[in-house]
Nanobody, 119 residues
């Protein structure tokens, strides 16, 4: 059973930066396409950014130009660099395989990491 662990969240002022990191209990090449999601209070998780096994990246329009997703193959992590943070970015951030999912669904969700952006 694969385990996903997110870290790097915290409290930051508007306009600031944070770097998130996703670690897996197995090599990411076995999971292939990966993504970061976020969940606002009372809402469903939504896709923020994805990185395909071939290296292509995808971003939600709300974060284009501000967030960057990348792989660190040495550390076996999938990272999310967040710049120019806004209060509306405040959410719990999760990593998982890229949607849409097949019948197997996503990997088990980790605990997520809280990102709070103050005005």
């Amino acid at each position: 059973q694969v385990r996903l662990v997110e870290n790097g969240g915290g409290l930051v002022q508007a306009g600031g930066t944070l770097g998130l990191s996703c670690a897996a209990s197995i090599p990411f090449f076995e999971l292939k396409d990966m993504a970061w999601y976020r969940q606002f209070p009372g809402k469903q998780r939504e896709l923020v950014a994805a990185i395909l096994s071939g290296g292509k990246t995808e971003y939600d329009d709300s974060v284009k130009g501000r967030f960057t997703i990348f792989r660190d193959n040495i550390k076996n992590t999938v990272d999310l660099q967040m710049n120019s943070l806004r209060p509306e970015d405040t959410a719990v951030y999760y990593c998982n395989t890229r949607s849409p999912w097949g019948k197997a669904g996503p990997a088990p969700w980790g605990q997520g990491t809280q990102v709070t952006v103050s005005s």
